[in-house]
């Protein structure tokens, strides 16, 4: 690839916009995909529901289709910079699909521990598309993680999951954006939280930013969790995890101590949502305001509607952010991957469609049926 060429394409990833707030130096080689600076979507219907200024942080748009993506630009870089031939990484999918993305890019080797028959269809594909190795283990993902933490003890591989700093490191460049793009930090920060780095990572960003005088205040951090999969609502580890919303199907949070802190320091508080709540919040996010996402990124949009009632009263309890939301109040919701990864989970939505003969008066007809 020409030099030039090169140069233009890594400038618009995570690691070039705020290479100041990032441990590389210029012995960096930046394996960069064109990740971050996704669109902040202000939402008129969600802000009317909560009297509140809404915006949605589409992630689904990074170049592999999850957030996972601006922490994986940072570990593959640095791997590449520290010589690394293979990688590895435990995953529900999405941090799968980023790691054999962003290895390839960097000509590296990547081996993925997936939970057998877990998998969304989608995330699946994409690992082998990318020619990673995928060892699929009869175990959950806290399984997974607990092999590869073991693995990565050898030196044989270089591990990218969330327990490598840099992937947080890349990834709390998502709080960057937020505040450049409202002025400053919103008020409440609503996420899916599975393993926990995410949430980790937002708040060392928010607190980064605050720090440097680029936003004036900090958010209250509301962490999502399924009800089947939710051992830091309850506050204890859990051994088997169920929910529709694979990417949060963790019942040992990594990042355990991150997110605890990121609550309360905030003055946050993590809630549960059941997941027929999360399959209706993401037909109604699909339908009313046209963004499609993976079932777990729904749950920061049930856990909207949990807290409020159609009338914009919240509903919940003493200690939710929600009670103090004051009017005009900036609210973020972080929707952490595409729909398109997990098609047959969205397939509630479906329905026989209306065949007919192909002539105009015949689909007139068919039209007129449904008003
Ligand atoms: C990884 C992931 C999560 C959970 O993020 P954590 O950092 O593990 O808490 C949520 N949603 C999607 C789509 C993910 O890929």
Known sequence: MPETMNKTFNDCGVIERYREFLPVTDATPVISLGEGSTPLIHSPKLSAITGGEVYVKYEGLNPT?????????????????????????????????????????????????????????????????????????????????????????????????????????????????????????????????????????????????????????????????????????????????????????????????????????????????EDSEILAAQKWLASNEGIFVEPASAAPVAALFKCFNRSGKTTQCDSCPFRKVQPGAKVVLTVTGHGLKDPDTAKHAVTAPIETEATAAAVREALAKIG
């Open 65 to 273: 289709g999850s957030f996972k993506d601006r922490g994986m630009t940072m570990a593959i870089s640095k791997a590449a910079e520290e010589g690394a031939h293979t990688v590895l990484c435990a995953s529900t999918g999405n941090t799968s699909a980023a790691a054999a993305a962003y290895a390839a890019r960097a000509g590296m080797k990547c081996a993925v521990l997936l939970p057998a028959g877990r998998i969304a269809g989608g995330k699946m594909v994409q690992a082998y598309i990318y020619g990673a190795t995928v060892v699929a283990i009869r175990g959950n993902f806290d399984d997974a993680l607990r092999l590869v933490r073991e693995l990565g003890e050898t030196g044989d591989f270089a591990i990218v999951n969330s327990i490598n700093p840099y992937r947080i490191e890349g990834q709390k460049t998502a709080a960057f954006e937020i505040i450049e793009e409202l002025g400053n930090a919103p008020d409440i920060h609503i996420l899916p939280v599975g393993n926990a780095g995410n949430i980790t990572a937002y708040w060392k960003g928010y607190k980064e930013f605050k720090e440097l005088g680029r936003s004036h205040k900090l958010p209250k951090m509301l962490g999502v969790q399924a009800a089947g999969s939710a051992p830091l609502y309850h506050g204890a580890p859990m051994d088997n995890p169920e929910t529709v919303a694979t990417a949060i199907r963790i019942g040992r949070p990594a990042s355990w101590d991150g997110a605890i802190n990121a609550v309360s320091e905030s003055g946050g508080c993590f809630e549960i949502v």
